[in-house]
């Protein structure tokens, strides 16, 4: 592991706070060998001639270069912007994921979803404020609609090729019966 990080501007506190936890919970970050951000900034990183200096703040992701058999830190540590966007989601998309898996079995019991949430939180190395509750909670909401739209429009449609059999299975049995008087 190299000395040199690429840094992630505009990350939400909460998720740069899971995103450290995941890791190891030591910043700068140093990435898990084979994870998905490691691939990432395997396939992305470039060269160039010098460093940027980078606006360090509270909002800013610092990630540890890995070394990588092909792509030397010192000489590869240039990550594009369109690339960070790209890490930022993905990172974002794992959160959606390990959220979804772990509060959406709670959801189904008619429990309040409050101190489940602050419990997640601290599982995870979330601070324990109520600005990241309530984005977590959003994220949490939006992901568990999207869910029940998607499974209200698959019974819909399951019903739909129920009704659709039975008028094909009608009309077959009307259309034997017609052939039958003729």
Not at 22 to 48: A, D, N, T, W
Not at 55 to 82: Q, S
Not at 107 to 136: K, V
């Amino acid at each position: 592991m190299s000395n040199i990080c690429v840094y992630l501007q505009n990350i939400e506190p909460y998720l740069k706070q899971w995103f450290i936890h995941e890791h190891g919970g030591e910043y700068p970050v140093s990435l898990v060998r084979g994870s998905v951000e490691s691939c990432m900034l395997k396939q992305f990183i470039e060269k160039r001639n010098q460093e940027e200096a980078a606006n360090i703040d509270e909002r800013t992701l610092a990630i540890y270069i890995p070394t990588f058999k092909d792509k030397d830190p010192r000489t590869y540590f240039y990550l594009p912007d369109r690339a960070k966007v790209a890490l930022h989601k993905c990172i974002k998309n794992r959160f959606d994921i390990q959220m979804w898996q772990d509060l959406h079995q709670f959801s189904n019991l008619g429990l309040q979803i409050d101190d489940i949430i602050y419990a997640w939180m601290e599982q995870h190395g979330i601070e324990l404020s109520e600005m990241n509750w309530n984005a977590i909670a959003k994220r949490y909401q939006r992901k568990r609609r999207g869910y029940l739209d998607y499974e209200l429009k698959k019974i819909k449609r399951l019903q739909s090729k129920k009704v659709t059999k039975s008028v094909m299975s009608v009309n077959s049995v009307m259309s034997v019966n017609q052939d039958s008087e003729d």
